[in-house]
């Protein structure tokens, strides 16, 4: 048998070198290899490294972890519909990842969005219910250790650490799906059971354990994810453990005990097995009994709202949705905010829909680019209104003029569909205008190239005159000679759009800021008079930030 450190690891586990795993590092560079051969596994390897990278980075902006988000279009919105699920209920929507991110932070939307890549990326038609199992299991224990977390940074630990004790066993359903049901054959053989991790020994060559620590090595996951996905071995401590770290990984075990009874055991049997459960690791959770088994319940009802957003939906007889079941007796003493009136309004199991975007009113209704589909006008109304109105939330108290230009700019750039938008400010000392951020592939690099001189002694170039005259402009061809003609040498250089748009912000008579935005394909910048008259009001609410900020 390993020894037992005091911190729950075994010393053959604890001792993993840069190489994955102590004496598997050939059985794991060969699987990383059949994964990387997968076309899934490169994007989703990159999409969680610079996640991961950007929220953990104190150089990185709002802003740069937004224009990251928003690269994906899916992620995007699973994102802002999780944000505004009932999970992180607030008295005003919100319809910008700019704002998503100053308010849930860094880490809560890291969590999220790794969730998300995961789910995302790991999509397969002929395994999808096994992976919708397995993603669910891992959401429950998540949500179960965050209800067990002291502190809103404790309890965001401990989601993403519990969760991802599961890397491995998620990985391996999908990219080796075959292996994975002789895995759960061979654990679930009535006349010779073996346990789970002899079962991947015998067919991976390493346990599920491994594989997933293996990996998070290779995206670069903080240590604390990397040490909750090896789970501490022996008998819970009696006394809650006065270190975070050994504390957070029995949070992520006990979690992950209690999802993976609420999977599998027979329904009759869940009850007290939680029971059992509640007993064994309360005092490690510094918790009576009772207490961490309605913690159980509460997870359910939180489960079924993130399910709800993420549009994850189960057959109502499958072993999945024994995780969205509902209990029947409602919790006595619920542990966090959670209501009695969100219990009761948590969806059905068999029932799972995504969360609907609020209806607009008629006067905020605008319709897209004739050439859309129904539903891409619709997309583009609510994103325009959303943000309107999230603009305005912000406005009515204390702001940052910067979180107001990025909710701004971030509007702007998902309802029309842009290559690349940038906000210019003027500076007074120079009497030039100058990108100051943006959005957009690569626009981090050339941001700052934007340059508009507004007093020149020169014939000044397109963009000054545009400010010069107060004028909205759309350019549809920048081909036309007389274009091209003032059109500066930076811009033909690092910019060089087939069309664009220019929004000038002027304030007594004169030019504070400018709004630019393009398209990477001609003709296809094209607005009508509503969609001009709703970028207008992003437009102005930019001006009155920079008014109430004087």
């Known amino acids: 048998m390993d020894a037992v450190n005091p911190d729950g690891f075994s010393d053959s586990v604890a001792t993993v070198n840069s190489d994955g795993v102590q004496g598997h590092s050939s059985t794991l560079e060969f699987l990383l290899r059949r994964m990387r051969n997968k076309s ?26 937004t224009n990251e988000i928003l690269k994906d ?67 429950m224990a998540g949500t179960i250790a965050a209800e067990l977390g002291s502190s809103q940074l404790e309890s965001e630990e401990a989601f993403i650490g519990a969760m991802f004790q599961n890397l491995g066993r998620m990985l391996a359903q999908f990219y080796f799906p075959e292996e994975a049901t002789t895995i759960r054959q061979l654990v679930g053989d009535a006349s010779h059971p073996v346990s789970e991790e002899s079962a991947a020994l015998r067919v991976l060559g390493l346990t599920y354990e491994q594989l997933g620590l293996g990996v ?48 599998h055991a027979d329904p009759e049997e869940v009850d007290r097995q939680l029971a059992t459960l509640s007993k064994s690791y309360a005092k490690s959770m510094a ?32 072993p999945a949705a024994r995780l969205l079941k509902l209990a029947t007796v409602a919790v006595q003493q619920p542990v966090g905010d959670a209501s009695q009136s969100a219990v009761a309004s948590a969806v059905d199991s068999s029932a799972l829909h995504a969360t609907p975007v609020s209806a607009l009113s008629p006067e905020d209704t605008v319709r897209n680019q004739v050439s859309h589909a129904t539903a891409g006008t619709d997309l583009s109304t609510q994103t325009l209104a959303g943000g309107i109105q999230d603009i305005t939330n912000v406005m009515v108290e204390d702001f940052k003029l910067g979180d107001v230009l990025r909710m701004i700019l971030e509007t702007m750039f998902r309802a029309l569909g842009f290559h690349r938008i940038v906000f210019c400010m003027r500076d007074p000392k120079t009497n030039l205008l100058t990108g100051r951020f943006g959005l957009g592939p690569g626009v981090e690099k050339i941001v700052k190239n934007f340059c508009v001189p507004l007093n020149s002694d020169d014939i000044p170039d397109l963009f ?38 220019i929004l000038p912000l002027i304030i007594k008579g004169q030019t504070v800021g400018m709004i630019y935005a393009d398209m990477l394909v001609k003709g296809e910048l094209t607005i009508d008079e509503k969609q001009l008259s709703m970028l207008r009001t992003l437009r102005n609410q930019a001006i009155m930030a920079f008014k109430q900020s004087s």
């Open 73 to 139: 279009v899916a992620l995007t919105n699973k994102l802002l519909r999780l944000v505004n699920s009932a999970h992180y209920a607030r008295s005003d929507s919100v319809g910008t990842v700019s704002r998503a991110v100053s308010l849930v932070g860094f880490n809560g939307i890291r969590n999220l969005t790794l969730s998300l890549a995961l789910l995302e990326h790991m999509q397969d038609k002929g395994n999808a219910q096994l992976l919708k199992e397995e993603f669910l299991r891992a959401l």
């Open 216 to 263: 998070s090595k290779a995206w670069g996951l903080p240590d604390s994810i990397q040490q909750c996905i090896v789970r501490p071995t022996g008998t819970p401590p009696t006394v809650a453990s006065p270190d975070p770290k050994s504390h957070l990984r029995w949070s992520a075990k006990a979690a992950n005990d209690m999802a993976d009874a609420m999977l």
């Open 40 to 65: 899934d596994f490169p994007a989703l390897s990159d999409s969680i490294t610079r996640i991961q990278s950007l929220a953990t980075s104190d150089k990185e902006s709002i802003n740069s972890v």
């Open 464 to 501: 000054a005159t545009i400010c010069g005259k107060a004028a909205d402009t759309l350019i549809s061809d920048t081909s036309d000679p007389r274009i091209v003609a003032r059109l500066p040498s930076w811009y033909l250089r690092d910019f060089n759009a087939p069309g664009f748009m």
């Open 287 to 318: 918790m009576a009994p009772e207490q961490l088994k309605a913690v159980t319940t509460l997870a359910r009802v939180k489960l079924n709202e993130l399910a709800d957003a993420m549009e994850i939906r189960v057959p109502i007889h499958s």
